[in-house]
């Protein structure tokens, strides 16, 4: 689900076949192997990333999936030595985690050759969820996710701010798209990612702590959520996903 939004936000980038792209913020390299798909074997794609593990992980993961067109650096944006311009700079789920996001953003846009694009796909951290008919398991569970994700980013709105930090670092205003992933019935892929994404924060916890005195194994969980689900016919709703991309003019 992930995958086909930020998809979507690369093919309106213009990442194309020949392309140079970098990822900002790479992890293992979901977006990087996305571009390098897209971008096939006449152009090129770097990833950085200032976790070594991530950037490890990253580069056997492309050499298992016989991707020969990404290097993979460790580094931050700040301190990354890169002496060429791209076609695309594009980064997902990193400006939640700049303590400047307008620097760096535009650290990110002189990264960029005129006429190129940049392009940030974001997760909306600060959005209170729905479920209709109302699930109380599935709402307490977001509530949590909520909780953990605004603790830990000091730029968790900033999804719905994009185009106020584009402004501040001097670029276009960006085309945006909104999608909030939705299911009914079991809802199997929300109620897997939710505690999977809650385990994870929870520093894998053995138990999902949902409120004080209402602790629940996380297995037991998941299947609790579906069964809540599909039993009150709802519709939930998971974590906005922001895509916004900007072409850099030609002076
Ligand atoms: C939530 S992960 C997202 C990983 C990947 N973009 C994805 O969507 O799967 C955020 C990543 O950004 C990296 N990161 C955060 N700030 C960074 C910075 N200033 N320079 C380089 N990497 C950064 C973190 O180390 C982490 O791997």
Redo the contacts with the bound molecule.
């Keep these: 689900m992930l995958q086909a939004i930020t998809h979507r936000m690369l093919l309106s980038a213009n990442v194309g076949a020949g392309s140079s792209v970098l990822?900002?913020?790479?992890?293992?390299g979901?977006?990087s192997q996305l571009a390098a798909r897209l971008v096939g074997p006449r152009g090129h794609v770097t990833g950085?990333?200032?976790?070594d593990a991530?950037i490890s992980l990253a580069t056997s993961l492309a050499r298992s999936a016989n991707l020969s067109n990404i290097t993979y650096t460790n580094?931050?944006?700040?301190h990354a030595n890169l002496d060429q311009q791209f076609d695309a700079v594009v980064?997902?789920?990193?400006l939640l985690?700049?303590p400047d996001v307008v620097t760096?953003l535009k650290k990110a846009a002189r990264l960029v050759k005129p006429g190129g694009y940049i392009a940030f796909h974001e997760i909306d951290d600060g959005r209170q969820f729905q479920s209709r008919p109302k699930v109380e398991i599935w709402d307490l569970t977001m509530r949590a996710l909520l909780s953990k994700l605004q603790q830990g980013c000091p730029q968790y709105d900033i999804a719905q701010r994009m185009v106020e930090v584009f402004a501040l670092a001097g670029l276009p205003v960006p085309e945006l798209t909104y999608e909030i992933p939705t299911a009914g019935g079991k809802a199997e892929s929300l109620c897997l990612w939710a505690t999977e994404t809650l385990r994870s924060l929870s520093g894998n916890a053995t138990h999902a702590q949902l409120a004080d005195g209402y602790a629940m194994d996380w297995g037991a969980l998941n299947l609790e959520l579906q069964s809540a689900i599909s039993s009150a016919n709802a519709q939930v709703e998971f974590l906005g996903q922001v895509c916004a991309w900007a072409r850099i003019p030609v002076c």
């Design positions: 990822d900002i913020g790479c992890g293992v979901g977006v950085i990333d200032q976790s991530a580094s931050t944006l700040e980064g997902r789920a990193v985690f700049q760096f």
